[in-house]
């Protein structure tokens, strides 16, 4: 019930294409949905969220579409550049303090 | 703004040992977490504390104990290290609780135990 499931693992794409990151959650009460980008050596940092009031959160490139009926969510990255080359997690909360995180996909831009 | 600063950045330790990790904030934010992440893994929540003083166990607090003396400072000690064990512990801070807003993150303090 507390799982969340990104896909792929792993994700090449070209420069320039749009990158689409697949997250599915189990639990109905998950209302806040935030992706974190990683770097090698870094922490986790804030991306872009979205609450399931709403169906679609743009801000420049990165957008995410949020189906609640289906339970899914994705991240599409577009026009992709090689620094956007990292690690991102979809994250579920709800009304508590926690965050359940999925297991990440790990993203490589190819100039 | 601000920062997460995590001490020590890299922590080798003997099986059965106790060791210690901080981390400082200066956000002057509420609430503190420590996460672990192991390769391939999404964060899972060890403790987090709302207030200074205040201590809550996530699903991954057993073998380990907190410590949030004040506002700004968080520490994780792992109580008996485990043979093998490899991990990086993430410290994280937000204004309320991180289904409300941001996360932000120390760059991490990896263990590892020979």
């Known amino acids: 019930q507390q799982q969340v499931r990104q896909s792929p693992q792993s994700l090449t794409v070209w420069e320039g294409e749009t990158a689409i990151l697949n997250c599915s959650y189990e639990n109905s009460a998950f209302d806040y949905f935030p992706w974190y980008q990683q770097f090698p050596g870094e922490g986790p940092a804030l991306l872009i969220a979205?609450?399931?009031v709403s169906d679609k959160k743009e801000d420049g490139g990165f957008t995410i579409f949020f189906n609640k009926r289906e339970k899914n969510l994705s991240l599409h990255i577009k026009d992709s550049q090689p620094g956007d080359s990292a690690t991102y997690f979809c994250a579920a909360g709800d009304s508590n303090y926690q965050l359940i995180w999925g297991s990440g996909t790990k993203l490589i831009i190819k100039p | 703004g601000g920062i997460i600063t995590q001490t020590p950045k890299f922590l080798i330790g003997q099986e059965g040992q106790k060791l210690t990790l901080k981390c400082q904030q200066n956000f002057n934010h509420d609430t503190m977490y420590w996460y672990r992440q192991d390769s391939g893994k999404g964060l899972r929540l060890i403790y987090y504390s709302i207030t200074e003083n205040d201590l809550q166990k996530g699903d991954l607090s057993e073998g380990y104990d907190a410590s949030r003396e004040k506002k700004s400072s968080f520490s994780l000690t792992v109580t008996s290290a485990q043979k093998n064990e490899m991990a990086v512990f993430l410290c994280?801070?937000?204004?309320?609780?991180?289904?409300?807003?941001?996360?932000?993150f120390g760059e991490g303090s990896k263990l590892t135990v020979l």
């Open positions: 979205i609450r399931s």
């Open positions: 994280a801070s937000s204004v309320g609780g991180a289904d409300t807003g941001q996360l932000y």
